[in-house]
T-cell receptor
Framework: GALVYQYPRRTICKSGTSMRMECQAV??????VAWYRQSPQKTFELIAL?????????EQNFTQEKFPISHPNLSFSSMTVLNAYLEDRGLYLC????????????FGPGTRLTVL | GQQVQQSPASLVLQEGENAELQCNFS?????MQWFYQRPEGSLVSLFY???GTKQSGRLTSTTVIKERRSSLHISSSQITDSGTYLC???????????FGAGTKLTIKP
């Protein structure tokens, strides 16, 4: 079956430092990977969508300079939170899909980021 | 404006009662997914339901595209059904997925 792994599951970083998280698709080829953030007491917000053979599209309020994403192959993606501050804390989820549109998106368990 | 409106925000029921959760969307839909969010945050996929009705045990999801709504019905609720339920819609024409704000369901004995 299709599985998505995320690493690490939990991480703590000091304010102003950076933190990299990874997303691995197993059992299928992820033609698109989306990264989301759930801030405390809020729902998930889309950060960016990375589709194979296309540029990574960032949502309003999220930039490549702050959240650089790498999607080097069809099974792996990573995202870094640069210069993390308190407002960056939350649960970061990656969702991966095989195929284009009209296909279920599979989600990883998330990386919970705490910023001290 | 908000493209996915989930209701109610919270729901408290007695064990054995039925729960009805709703999602309304304001733009054209490609697909709808329903999730249960575990206390530690990870998502459990309940339904991938672009249209029509799907059932799994005590859970039923119905998506009516024309009416721009999707519902999740839980019959004979149990205490273990308590938690947060999220709907997520994929917009027609792109692959963006927007989550609803969630329904916090509490089932009392």
């Amino acid at each position: 079956g299709a599985l998505v792994y995320q690493y690490p599951r939990r991480t703590i970083c000091k304010s102003g430092t950076s933190m990299r998280m990874e997303c691995q698709a197993v059992g299928f080829q992820a033609t698109s990977v989306a990264w989301y953030r759930q801030s405390p007491q809020k729902t998930f917000e889309l950060i960016a969508l990375s589709t194979v053979n296309s540029a990574i599209k960032y949502e309003q309020n999220f930039t490549q300079e702050k959240f650089p994403i790498s999607h080097p192959n069809l099974s792996f993606s990573s995202m870094t939170v640069l210069n993390a501050y308190l407002e960056d804390r939350g649960l970061y989820l990656c969702g991966a899909r095989e195929g284009f549109s009209s296909y279920e998106q599979y989600f990883g368990p998330g990386t919970r980021l705490t910023v001290l | 404006g908000q493209q996915v409106q989930q209701s109610p925000a919270s729901l408290v029921l007695q064990e054995g009662e039925n729960a009805e959760l709703q999602c309304n969307f304001s733009t054209s839909l490609n697909s709808m997914q329903w999730f249960y969010q575990r206390p530690e945050g990870s998502l459990v996929s309940l339904f991938y339901n672009p249209s029509g009705t799907k059932q799994s045990g005590r859970l039923t999801s119905t998506t009516v595209i024309k009416e721009r709504r999707s519902s999740l019905h839980i019959s004979s609720s149990q205490i273990t059904d308590s938690g947060t339920y999220l709907c997520a819609m994929e917009h027609y024409g792109n692959e963006k997925i927007t989550f609803g704000a969630g329904t916090k369901l509490t089932i009392k004995p």
